[in-house]
Structures are given as structure tokens and as C-alpha cells.
């Protein structure tokens, strides 16, 4: 799906800590240094914080749209520069269609993650 890149630090933003905390460990024992960040606000901080390589971010939480975070995700650190890829329940389709439209470099349906596919996981993030 993605570019593959050498295994670095992802950033995990969404409002949900219980699938945040999911996420976490499925994306470590994949073998992916992993942080959470709960909420849209302070993410940039988080960003620069995390030295990051790719942020999973959810496109749906209240208060700050995720489509508006990934502007400012781009506008702040460079289009290039952090792989920004839309985590959502949405079916993985269309969650691709609204990736490509919004400019982020890709999509990672939640359910990869809720299901412990690690080898997919990998794949969606670049990591293989």
C-alpha cells in the first residue's frame, strides 16, 4: 500500500484511549516502536515529541476534524516529511477514496488493528 520505510516511531492520534491502548500493544508486538496521543489537541506537540515517522490518525473526533489535523500535521512539519495515514472504522474502501482526496499517504482501517493482523498492519503502515 505504502512506500516501505525502515522500522521507526509511529504516533497514534485518536480520541479513544481503550482502542488507543489496543493499538499500542498490537503495533509493538508487530515489532513498531509505538506512542499514543489521546485527543486532537496537542497533537503537534506530540508530533515533535515523538519524532515520529507515521501518525495513524482518526479522521472522526469531535471538536477538531481529523481532516483539519492533517492539514495542520502537513502545514507544521512539511507534506513529506511524517507519513500520515486515516485510521477509522469506515469500510477500508472508503477510507481510502477520503486518504487519496485529503492528501494523506494512506489508510489503516481499525479493524486490522482490532483483529492482531500484524503482518498487515505492517504492510499498511510502510514498514514492509
Known amino acids: 500500500m505504502g512506500r516501505a520505510i525502515e522500522a521507526g516511531t509511529v504516533l497514534i492520534i485518536d480520541d479513544d484511549p481503550e482502542f488507543g491502548a ?16 489521546r485527543g486532537p489537541f ?12 507515521v ?20 502545514g507544521t512539519f512539511g507534506a513529506g516529511k511524517i507519513r500520515v495515514l486515516l485510521c477509522s472504522d469506515m469500510a477500508a474502501d ?12 494512506g489508510a489503516v482501517p481499525k479493524e ?8 498487515e498492519l505492517r ?3 510502510g514498514f514492509d
Open 22 to 37: 489496543r493499538a499500542v500493544r498490537v503495533l509493538e508486538r508487530a515489532g513498531i516502536a509505538t506512542r499514543y496521543h
Open 42 to 53: 496537542g497533537s503537534l506537540v506530540a508530533v515533535r515529541e515523538a519524532g515520529c515517522e
Open 94 to 105: 472508503r477510507l481510502t477514496q477520503l486518504a487519496a482526496r485529503l492528501g494523506a499517504q
Open 123 to 125: 504492510e499498511a503502515i
Open 55 to 74: 501518525v495513524l490518525l482518526d479522521v472522526n473526533m469531535p471538536r477538531l476534524d481529523g481532516s483539519v489535523l492533517l492539514r495542520m500535521i502537513h
Open 112 to 119: 486490522i488493528i482490532a483483529d492482531d493482523r500484524c503482518h
